[in-house]
């Protein structure tokens, strides 16, 4: 049933989710050249799935869409420069993975982030610059930020309190700031932050410590930092 275009129920394409509100099941759009048509969409009851697209470049077509309660996960978009189609996205209630999109520059888009419930993962990006724009995140489930080789910043995320799970912060090259951390409170029981040729330990340290101050007391996983 796809609801006359409001709520459509099933696994959907891109010419198949236009016109569609709200989606309760998937949105595939493996091999879409274009996200145009989707502005209708605000919600997925369910997954996302984006991947194996050669051509396409912006992700302007979702850019109202507000929450997915599954996970979400965009990845092998060699043309797909930044995620400014993304801008209305406030919660994922599951996980999200941005992984080896070689032409990212940057996540901005996604400034209107406030809640993943599962794990954040941003890795093998390979043009990635920065994390700026993740300035209103709250909570994530878990963090993992590896093999960016032009990462030189995790940005600013003043108001992301709690990691709840693990975070891993591996293997990219160019990593200088951790600052962005220095404002979780709350963080699970397994961090590890190691190979990151440009990162001073010190500044790893320093991460430990605002986190111990806030009453958190385990151990981090700091190797092969500078």
């Known amino acids: 049933d796809d609801g006359d275009g409001f709520v459509c129920r099933g696994e959907y394409d891109h010419e198949s989710a236009i016109g569609c509100n709200t989606i309760v099941g998937r949105l ?3 091999d879409a050249d274009t996200t145009e ?10 997954g996302f799935g984006m991947g194996g697209n050669a051509v396409l470049t912006n992700l302007d077509g979702l850019v109202n869409l507000r929450v997915v309660t599954d996970e979400f996960n965009i990845g092998d ?5 930044n995620l400014d189609g993304l801008s209305g996205l406030e919660t994922v209630e599951s996980s999200i993975s941005i992984s080896e999109n070689d032409g990212l520059e940057d996540i901005g888009g996604l400034s209107s982030l406030t809640w993943v419930d599962d794990n954040l993962s941003i890795s093998g990006n390979g043009a990635l610059l920065t ?4 300035n ?10 590896d093999g960016n080789p032009l990462l030189t910043s995790l940005g600013t995320l003043d108001t992301l309190t709690t990691i709840d799970g693990e975070i891993w912060i591996l293997d990219n090259a160019a990593l200088n700031d951790i600052d962005g951390l220095l ?3 709350d963080a699970g029981t397994e961090i590890y932050i190691r190979s990151n040729a440009s990162l001073c330990s010190a500044d790893v340290d320093a991460f430990r410590d605002a986190l111990r101050a806030a009453g958190w007391d385990y151990a981090i996983v700091n190797e092969f930092n500078t």
């Open 131 to 134: 994390m700026d724009g993740l």
């Open 77 to 81: 978009n060699p043309a797909l420069t």
């Open 183 to 185: 404002s979780v409170t």
């Open 28 to 30: 595939n759009l493996d």
């Open 37 to 46: 048509g989707l502005e209708s969409l605000t919600m997925i009851v369910g």
């Open 136 to 145: 209103n995140l709250v909570y994530v489930g878990g963090l993992n930020v």
